[in-house]
Structure formats: structure tokens, C-alpha cells
């Protein structure tokens, strides 16, 4: 990556400059930065190698020029500028660009911030949207720099689930709050590493930016334990020649180690952040020799590098599917990575065998040797799991009787608020028969909706982080560690649905006395609160299926499939509905960089689910009425078990960011009307090598719906013409998107105030 610097004095900066009402709430609130690419220095830069930059007077967003994107290759390319010349530490600042895509597609654009350079780098998400090329769309949001490392801050714009798509920016802005904000670490609160002193080790996952400042006294305050969250992975122990390099790394562990912090060694092979070279070359994989070879020079090297610096190495991670259907067939249910097509199904074996014999050659015995994976608390993954750990350890056991090879079982616990309690509590039972420590590596847990929290989710958050450590000091003889993942929720890897205990500004989220206290929590939380239900609005009308996607389609309400049943989240769409005398209608667009329908089974392969209850009985079992209705990308329908009529009509087309499937759904047993309800739910299933990685829903988060429909959504049927156009629905629980005329015109005059400020500075740099 090479950015160049930008210089100060080339850029339209208006430091100090004060706005004044109404268009800031706060009077002190200053422009830093402004650029809206009407000058020929652009000052941003591609992150990558491919993308290409320019500025163009096709469209702008205010004046005549914006910035267009193109040629990118990868999710992480996009235009970034430097900014660390205009921040102050511990001071907030709000970002704003604007975005729009060059082709006809909907796809997440996200601005995000990196603070470091090299390996101890960390990357913050700020603002994700849905953008598409039919209007301008707004990334905005803040972020408080806690600490600077290297002299280097950027800001960029980047495509999560898109490696190409072309788009074009205009009018970034970044504006200080004036004074710092004076925030300090509340030292009042009793150290949590202290609290489970008898219990656990209490970890957390850092960079280089929590060994500083503030960041430092909190993590310093509750943790004893730490987990590089990227800086030991496989990819940064190499420089561009292939040789090794651990030069950013040893500033991070001399840093931990001065601080008295033990570490928790992540990870020596995974497929993910790894160099390809290491088992892949020219695109064709090495053979199994090479690739051995390569894997155990990397095993070798790294161990003996870090030695007892660790007190565990996260050997192998993530090699089990999700949800694998035969879970005594170990072998069969791994993940088909590059690691185990290039090497074969005893990779993982023999990864560990050599990591022993890295550690006793040494004199290094205590240093612990752990399996790590995600969706933990799925029961059939969990089963894998122990079956495979049960076999290589009885193999290791057969020449060394009495010994484990693998030590212990991490549960990474990237959890939401609809896991169920239950379901770790069996895996931990599970494990808890091989005779292994168990760690929980990765714990968060994610709200249901991005932004910011409510009260309500704020306890429902809290309350699972209650019960998960009731249950972990149960199971305290065996659980050797408890690791967060991400110090507080704006630097979390899922920052935008606040998944941590602290919030961000560094303070206390009732998750934190939860887990401070869980037994009095629980008490006083009978953990009776339902997860909130969706309400939607189905509109009325007839659509034409077909490759063409009728207009009509626009008057009924989007709704987001936006929560996540498990822990990765690779799918994502919108979903519309209408109804008639005839037909329930349902369009939803997904999202899908790759299409993959290569599973024997259909809801492994990427596919869209409708579930629908048409009486709202929310009834706990399917009756005539209830369907769970499928159709995979290429357009093969499906049912649920559990559903008796199948005579529906789909139709599937392809887009340039994946693809879309309208739906005609009978009524069975039912007679809709105005005002009607109806039990309703959206699932898209994305899969990836012939496995189901990622399930996104409208409604529901317990995975229930195919047996379940009181776990479905509702949807209200309404009549085209009380069904607004798209901008103001509705959330008709709360009322919320009624706009007041009032609030119209202040939001009209606030905007074209805007837009003439903006003019003006455009202007001003001629
Ligand atoms: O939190 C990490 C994030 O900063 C990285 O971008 C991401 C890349 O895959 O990895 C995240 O950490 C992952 C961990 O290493 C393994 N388990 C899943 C974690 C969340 O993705």
C-alpha cells in the first residue's frame, strides 16, 4: 500500500472554522477537511494495487466533479486519504463522504479508518449502507482516536462483500468536536481479571492501539491475558520477498510482555489470512510434499520465534463446516481449504504433531495447544469437533500414553441474542468428555439491529452475557480462559451492531455489570423479555413476474434481511412483499458475489427462503396455510419438510452483484384483507464450497422457523394507496418514518443549507 502524505498546505482546509447553527448542533463543531474534487489533486489514493482513480465530470454530488473508482480487485480496495495530521488524540470527529455505484446493482459501501501501518495495523468500521446507482447515498458516522501508532491514520471506502464493484465519491468531509472530550477509564469498577481471579483468565484482542493511552488503562484494568487480533496470523509473518519478518510483531509482544499480560498465541495455519503461495502457486495447488514442507517450515519458524512468550498456540482454526451433517464422518465434514486439498485430510494431525515436537525439542511443555472454531454451539459442529479431537488425540496417545496432542478446544462464542444458552452449555458438556481444557477465544455478542443500541437490546445483550458466564464459572475446573473480542464496541470487528461490554466512549454497557455479577443479574432479570418481533407492511397490487421487474414492486416496503443466525455474515439482501385476492408476492434481491449451488443439500446451496403463517396463530407447529417455501440461485424450488402445498411460482434472475427471485405463493386456507396480518419471515442462505457459511433473516434468529412459525415475523396487509412510497415507511410499531410537515421543511431547509455551504466551499477552491 503506498500513501503519500498529504500536504497540508494543498488542501482546502478550513481548521477552526466555525459553522454556525442551525446546521451543527454543536457551535463549536469545525470543518478539518473538506474535499470535493473540484481541484485536480485529489488527495486520496488507492489502497490496492489494480484500482484506478479519476476524477470525473460525469456526475458529482454537489459542484462538477467527484471521484470515480474502478479496476478494483479485492474487498479491502477503495480511495483512502491520510488524515493523521488533523487528528488530536482522544478527541471525536465525525466523517461524512458521499457514494454512489457506476453499474446497476445494490451493494454495501463502507468507511472505515486504519490507525497504523504494517502488521500491527487495525481497521475500524465507521458507516456500512446499502448503495446503489440510483441516488447519492451518505457514509457518515464517528469515531474517537484513542491512540495513534506509526503516524499514520487513513480513511477509506471499501466493499465488504465485493471484490469489483465500480463506484464514485464526492464532498468527504471530517469535522472535530472542538474540545476533547473528556472521558476518563472508570477505575471505580471492579477489575473483572479480579473478579474471576479464582475462575478464569480474562482476555481481550489487541493491536498496538491498546498498549497506549486510555486503551491501555482499561485493558490493563480488567485483563490479565491478551490475543493479537491480527498481528500473529500467518500472512504478517512474511515480508513481500517471502522471507520471514517479525519485526511489528515484536513491538506488539515487548509491549504485552512489559505490561505483565500473558498471550494466547492466533493462529499458525487457517485458511484465511494466510499467503497463498504457502500452498498455491500460479493458481494450481502444490503438491502434498511442498505443501507439507511449507507448512511445517511455518509451524517451525513461528513457534521457535515466540517460544514461551505464549502460554498457548491456536494450532488449526476454523476447519470444520458449519453445520455438517454426518459429524462421526470427521474427516469428510472438514472445510475443503486450499490447506487440506493441497495436503489432504491429515493436515490437521500432522500440524500438531509437528507443533509438539517444535515445543518439547525446546523444553517448551507448558505452552497449551488448542483447536479453534466458530458456530460452537451448533450441536452437529460441536459433534464434529469432538469426534475428530477424540480420534487424533487416542492416535497421540497410542505412542505417548497419558498425553494429549491437543489440549484444549477453543470456543470463539461470536454470538447474537438470539443464541440459545442451552446449546453452548451441551457443546461445553461435550467437550468436557474428552478430557480438555476449553477457552473461550472470541467471545461478543451481536444486537439484532445495526446503530445504535436501544435499551431493550442493550439488556437482551446483557443478559446473555450473564447467562454465559453463570455457565462458565460452572464449568470453571475446565475453562481455562474468557476472551473478548475487541476492547469496546467502536474498534469490534462488528462495531455497528455493539457487540462488546464497554461502549464507545470506553464506558461500562450494562453487559459489563452482567458479567461482573451474573447470578445477582440474572436474579433481577428473569430473562423472560422475547427478542423484539419485525413488523412490516405488505402493500397491495399485482406484479408481473419476469425477467423485467415490475414498478410495482417499488410501492410496497423494503425489508432489511439484515440479522445473523451465525457468526459469519457473507449474505445479504432486501425483500419486498404485495398480496392480492390470489397471491402472496414476494421479491427479495440478494447480494452474492459467488454463486454456489453445489451442496446435495438445498438449504446449503445459495438460496432464498419464504416462510409464511397466512391465519397469524403464531402457532408452534405448521398447520394447512404454513409453508416454508425455497428456490436456490438457479432457480430449483424446494420445500420445507413440513409443508403440505407446494404449488408455487418463482422466478430467479441473474444481477450484476447477484441475483434476484420474485415469488407467487397461493393462498391455501385464507381469505386476505385490508388490515389483515399475517406470520411472515425472509431467509437468504449463502454458501461457499458446497456449505451454508452465512444465513441472513428478516425476523427470526433462533434458526427455528422450519418446524416453529411462532418464531416468524408479522406483516400487515395494506392497500396501495395507504402504502407510502419508499422513503417514508414506516416501522408501524413505533410510528417511526411518519414525517410531520414540520419536520419536512426543517429537514429541507437544514439540507439545502447544507448543500449551499457546500456549493460555496466547492467554489472557494477555484
Ligand atoms: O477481528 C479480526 C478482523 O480485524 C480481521 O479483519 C478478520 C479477518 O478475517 O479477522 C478477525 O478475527 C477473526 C479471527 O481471527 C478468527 N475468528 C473470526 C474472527 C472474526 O472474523
Known amino acids: ?56 465530470s460525469e456526475d458529482a454530488y454537489t459542484g462538477d466533479y467527484s471521484l470515480l473508482v474502478t479496476e478494483r480487485s479485492q474487498p479491502w480496495n477503495g480511495p483512502a486519504v491520510r488524515i493523521e495530521e488533523h487528528v488530536d488524540v482522544s478527541t471525536e470527529y465525525s466523517f461524512s463522504v458521499w457514494v454512489k455505484l457506476i453499474e446497476e446493482a445494490t451493494v454495501e459501501l463502507q468507511l472505515s479508518t486504519q490507525i497504523g501501518d504494517g502488521d500491527n495495523a487495525s481497521y475500524q468500521t465507521i458507516d456500512t449502507q446499502s448503495v446503489s446507482s440510483d441516488e447519492w447515498v451518505e457514509l457518515a458516522g464517528t469515531y474517537r482516536y484513542d491512540a495513534i501508532v506509526d503516524d499514520f491514520v487513513s480513511i477509506y471506502i471499501e466493499s465488504p462483500n465485493s471484490d469489483s464493484v465500480s463506484f464514485k465519491i464526492d464532498d468527504f468531509s471530517m469535522q472535530s468536536a472542538g474540545s476533547s472530550s473528556n472521558i ?3 477505575t471505580e469498577l471492579t477489575p473483572l481479571k479480579d473478579i474471576y481471579e479464582d475462575y478464569f483468565l480474562i482476555g481481550n484482542a489487541v493491536s498496538l492501539a491498546e498498549l497506549e493511552g486510555q486503551r491501555l488503562e482499561l485493558l490493563r484494568h480488567h485483563h490479565n491475558l491478551v490475543t493479537a ?18 519485526t511489528d510483531q515484536d513491538r506488539l509482544v515487548n509491549r504485552i510482555k512489559e505490561e505483565g499480560l500473558e498471550l494466547h498465541g492466533h493462529v499458525l495455519v487457517w485458511h484465511q489470512q494466510s499467503p497463498e503461495w504457502l500452498h498455491t502457486e500460479d493458481g494450481q495447488l502444490l503438491s502434498r510434499e511442498e505443501a507439507l514442507d511449507n507448512m511445517y517450515t511455518h509451524i517451525e519458524e513461528t513457534v521457535r520465534h515466540y517460544g514461551d512468550d505464549v502460554i498457548a498456540w491456536e494450532v488449526v482454526n476454523e476447519a470444520m463446516n458449519d453445520n455438517p451433517r454426518d459429524p462421526e464422518m470427521w474427516r469428510a465434514m472438514l472445510r475443503r481449504s486450499d490447506w487440506f486439498d493441497a495436503i489432504g485430510d491429515d493436515y490437521l494431525e500432522l500440524a500438531y504433531l509437528k507443533t509438539r515436537e517444535v515445543l518439547d ?44 496432542l491437543i489440549d484444549g478446544i477453543g470456543m470463539q462464542g461470536h454470538y447474537n441474542s438470539g443464541t440459545n444458552v442451552d446449546f453452548v452449555r451441551m457443546s461445553i ?14 467471545l461478543d455478542i451481536t444486537t439484532a439491529s445495526t446503530g445504535e443500541l436501544t435499551e431493550e437490546e442493550e439488556k437482551s445483550q446483557a443478559l446473555l452475557y450473564a447467562q454465559l458466564f453463570s455457565l462458565y464459572k460452572e464449568h470453571a475446573d475446565i475453562i481455562s480462559r474468557v476472551t473478548f473480542w475487541g476492547l469496546n464496541d467502536s474498534t469490534s470487528w462488528r462495531a455497528e451492531r455493539n457487540p462488546l461490554i464497554f461502549d464507545r466512549d470506553l464506558l461500562a454497557k450494562e453487559a459489563y455489570y452482567a458479567v461482573a455479577n451474573p447470578e445477582e443479574y440474572l436474579a433481577r432479570n428473569d430473562g423472560s423479555e422475547e427478542s423484539e418481533k419485525r413488523v412490516g407492511q405488505a402493500g397491495y397490487g399485482t406484479p408481473q413476474l419476469g425477467e423485467e421487474i415490475d414498478d410495482i414492486w417499488s410501492t410496497a416496503e423494503e425489508l432489511a434481511i439484515d440479522r445473523y443466525q451465525l457468526a459469519w455474515q457473507g449474505a445479504n439482501g432486501t425483500g419486498r412483499v404485495l398480496w392480492d385476492e390470489e397471491n402472496l408476492y414476494v421479491m427479495v434481491n440478494v447480494d452474492d458475489a459467488s454463486i454456489d449451488t453445489s451442496s446435495e443439500f438445498p438449504w446449503e446451496q445459495d438460496s432464498v427462503e419464504v416462510f409464511l403463517e397466512e391465519s397469524f396463530e403464531q402457532s408452534s407447529t405448521y398447520e394447512e396455510g404454513t409453508g416454508q417455501y425455497r428456490v436456490n440461485a438457479e432457480g430449483q424450488e424446494t420445500f420445507g419438510e413440513m409443508t403440505d402445498h407446494t404449488s408455487i411460482e418463482t422466478v430467479v434472475t441473474e444481477t450484476p452483484t447477484g441475483y434476484t427471485v420474485q415469488f407467487a405463493i397461493p393462498w391455501v386456507n385464507h381469505t386476505p384483507q385490508e388490515g389483515g396480518r399475517i406470520g411472515f419471515d425472509l431467509q437468504i442462505n449463502d454458501a461457499e464450497s458446497g456449505n451454508r457459511e452465512s444465513v441472513a433473516v428478516w425476523n427470526d434468529l433462533s434458526g427455528q422457523g422450519f418446524q416453529n412459525p411462532s418464531v416468524f415475523g408479522e406483516l400487515e396487509l395494506t392497500r396501495a394507496d395507504d402504502s407510502s412510497t419508499e422513503s417514508d415507511f414506516l416501522d408501524s410499531e413505533n410510528g417511526e418514518g411518519t414525517n410531520s410537515p414540520l419536520i419536512i421543511l426543517a429537514g429541507l431547509i437544514i439540507g439545502s443549507a447544507a448543500a449551499v455551504i457546500l456549493v460555496i466551499m466547492k467554489r472557494n477552491k477555484k
Open 1 to 56: 500500500m503506498k500513501l503519500k502524505k498529504i500536504k497540508n498546505k494543498l488542501l482546502l482546509l478550513v481548521m477552526g472554522m466555525v459553522l454556525s447553527a442551525p446546521l451543527y448542533a454543536n457551535a463549536e463543531e469545525a470543518l478539518e477537511l473538506m474535499i470535493g474534487f473540484e481541484e485536480e489533486e485529489m488527495f486520496f489514493e488507492p489502497r490496492g494495487e489494480t484500482e484506478q482513480l479519476e476524477r470525473t
Open 184 to 186: 476518563s477509564i472508570q
Open 229 to 246: 487480533e491480527n498481528a500473529m496470523k500467518p500472512e504478517y509473518a512474511y515480508n513481500s520477498s517471502r522471507e520471514f519478518d517479525f
Open 361 to 404: 525439542e525446546n523444553g517448551w511443555e507448558d505452552v497449551k495447544l488448542y483447536y479453534n472454531d466458530y458456530n460452537d454451539d451448533n450441536q452437529s459442529k460441536a459433534s464434529a469437533i469432538y469426534y475428530m479431537v477424540k480420534e487424533i488425540n487416542e492416535n497421540y496417545a497410542e505412542d505417548n500414553p497419558g498425553e494429549l
Open 429 to 442: 458438556e461435550r467437550f468436557r468428555e474428552l478430557g480438555v481444557e476449553i477457552g473461550v477465544t472470541e
